[in-house]
């Protein structure tokens, strides 16, 4: 990935996706961790599970293309939500009451550092790959996480035999329990109980079936991703008339 690398020095490709792995791997360890030692809970672990479903999901669509370009041009829309992102949050730092512990040259010199990458990534966009980065007309959309996800999820199943559209549920599920959505909760299992004044309630328990599930299917795309990550490190890009890696 040494030429894949060379478009965005500062957010290389190779890192872009190591970021992603690093992501999945920690949260699937952590879920491990609660597994193991406090048992199956009701919501709150299918959170983990969604984050590295799409860590795992994101490496996927970041080295899945089998050409360099279309590669760096997927590297290249996460740095720019990364810059942005980083942007919007000094710009909401610095305009909040927590504004007054800077000093005018503070505020000037803290949002320059974040425009300063955003405008780079876009400059390279354009230069280089003839992408207009941003929100106004004639912008190139960037992917939203269901459409990387689905990616991911096809890639892995190109048969489409079921697992894609496993993948693509359990990510709508465990969104459900991440966001506190109650939907998520009808499709486990339940019992209903009575209190002492004969009023019913629905208790739901942890669902071990529904949380492996998530579980697999987040180690699967991370999987797939290593497998991705050591491929395009050794292997040279026959798309490329340079024979470059």
């Known amino acids: 990935m040494s030429e894949d690398d060379k478009l965005c ?127 106004g007309k004639g912008c190139e959309k960037v992917p939203s996480d269901t459409e990387i996800v689905d990616y991911a999820a096809r890639y892995t199943d190109p048969e489409n035999a079921g697992s894609a559209a496993a993948l693509n549920h359990k990510w709508r599920l465990n969104s459900g329990y991440a966001h506190g959505l109650g939907w998520p909760q009808l499709l486990s299992p339940g019992e209903v109980i009575e209190d002492e004044h004969g009023k019913k309630f629905r208790q739901v328990i942890g669902d071990d079936e529904s949380l492996a599930q998530g579980l697999a299917g987040a180690w699967l795309l991370t999987q797939r991703a290593f497998r991705l990550y050591w491929e395009r490190s050794t292997a040279r890009d026959s798309h490329r008339p340079n024979g470059s890696k």
Do not use: M
Not at 51 to 62: E, N, S
Not at 82 to 102: K, Q
């Open 9 to 135: 020095p500062k957010w290389p490709t190779s890192q872009i996706a190591w970021q992603s792995l690093i992501s999945a791997t920690d949260h699937l360890d952590l879920l491990n961790d609660t597994i193991t030692h406090s048992g199956v809970r009701p919501t709150a672990q299918f959170t983990l599970a969604r984050a590295a479903l799409f860590a795992g999901a994101r490496a996927v669509w970041i080295l899945g293309p089998e050409k360099s370009l279309v590669r760096q041009k997927h590297a290249l829309w996460v740095a720019y939500e990364d810059f942005r992102y980083l942007r919007f949050d000094r710009e909401e730092l610095v305009n909040s009451v927590l504004g007054r512990n800077f000093t005018p040259e503070d505020k000037v010199n803290f949002l320059g550092e974040a425009q300063a990458l955003v405008d780079e990534v876009k400059g390279i966009a354009k230069n280089q790959l003839g992408l207009k980065l941003g929100s």
